[in-house]
């Protein structure tokens, strides 16, 4: 059975990781990331702004090769920032300058239909 691909909403919660998902196995693939989109499981977190500054997303400690994507979550077909790879292969990261209030919709998907631990790691800069 598949899990329902929106793992919840975290409110404005930031932390190393302020969530987990235990595996990604079991959830849909609800959605299809504009870089290296593949046939991937996905699990998706919505995050408010606490105030206008710089933050980073990460998924460092995730247990496989990840892509993360983030969109406007009240007009989802707007990607604000997609990655595959940060310094490492398995680990995506974004950093953005973001409005207070804005809600985010956070995307991590496998690469080539990995799946595995999810560690989505939020930090303001």
Not at 24 to 36: E, H, I, K, L, V
Not at 95 to 107: P, S
């Amino acid at each position: 059975m598949e899990a329902q691909t929106l793992a919840g909403d975290l409110g404005s919660a930031m932390g190393a990781p302020v969530a987990t998902y235990p595996t990604s196995c079991t959830a849909s693939n609800q959605w299809a990331t504009t870089c290296r989109s593949g046939s991937s499981r996905d699990v998706s977190w919505v995050w408010r702004v606490p105030e206008t500054a710089t933050y980073s997303f990460s998924t460092r400690n995730s247990n496989f090769d990840t892509i993360m994507e983030i969109r406007n979550y009240k007009a989802t077909n707007e990607v604000l920032k997609c990655n595959d790879d940060t310094g490492d292969l398995l680990t995506s990261g974004i950093t953005l300058t973001l409005i207070k209030g804005t809600q985010l919709l956070i995307i991590v998907e496998g690469y080539g239909g990995e799946c595995g631990n999810v560690h989505l790691n939020i930090v303001k800069r």
